[in-house]
């Protein structure tokens, strides 16, 4: 239980800085209550890891084998991929590419939002993070880990902390880091925490 809670955790934690939503929860809570911020994004996000793990869950009927080598495939695949992406990234990369995606995403939705009300702004922040985190690969990494854990709930409880960590970071102090966050740094290491749990997959099957 211990296991699959730090693993989520961990993976959650590292990956989701400086990703799209980070940035999002940075710019809505510039411009709204950063309470009500908090609150919409990281339901968002705690919705999406309970749909992966449960979706994670069904996948688990699947042969043993097939989800073993899937889980390997997945972590080592998006582990070389995150290296590659670093190693092209210049030094000084702050994530300005995505700042600037998190920006026109909720300056679209702003113009859209007729009303300020409290409830109008908790829908805002749920959509937009909900949408930003669709596809994205700590959802997959999420599904892998339901998938092939003994203990779904332990994966649960770690990603949606792991979530709520980083809303609550990006709310309260994401004014100042934004513009200072090591884009290349962030990928690097979320590369190797992918890499880490692709080895430890492979060495529990052997």
């Known amino acids: 239980m211990l296991t699959a809670f730090t693993a989520g955790l961990l993976l959650i934690s590292v990956s989701e800085l400086g990703d799209k939503t980070f940035f999002i929860a940075v710019i809505l809570a510039m411009r709204h209550s950063r309470r009500l911020v908090f609150i919409g994004v990281t339901a968002a996000l705690a919705a999406m890891t ?21 889980e390997i495939a997945l972590f080592l695949g998006f582990g070389i991929k995150l290296l590659y992406d670093a190693s092209r990234m210049s030094a000084a990369a702050n994530g300005k590419e995505v700042l600037e995606e998190a920006k026109e995403a909720v300056e679209e939705a702003d113009s859209h939002l007729k009303q300020r009300s409290d409830w109008a702004i908790l829908l805002e922040a749920f959509i937009l993070t909900f949408m930003a985190e669709w596809g994205d690969r700590t959802q997959f990494a999420t599904i892998a880990l339901a998938a092939s854990s003994k203990y779904p709930l332990g994966v649960t409880v770690g990603a949606i902390l792991g979530h709520a960590i980083c809303a609550a970071i990006a709310v309260i102090g994401g004014r100042l880091i934004a513009g200072r966050i090591s884009e290349r740094q962030i990928t690097f290491i979320g590369g190797c925490l992918f890499l880490l749990f692709g080895i430890i997959a492979a060495v529990e099957g052997a």
């Open 50 to 70: 309970i749909l992966s793990v449960i979706f994670g869950r069904m996948v688990s009927l699947l042969p043993n084998d097939w989800i073993h080598y899937a």
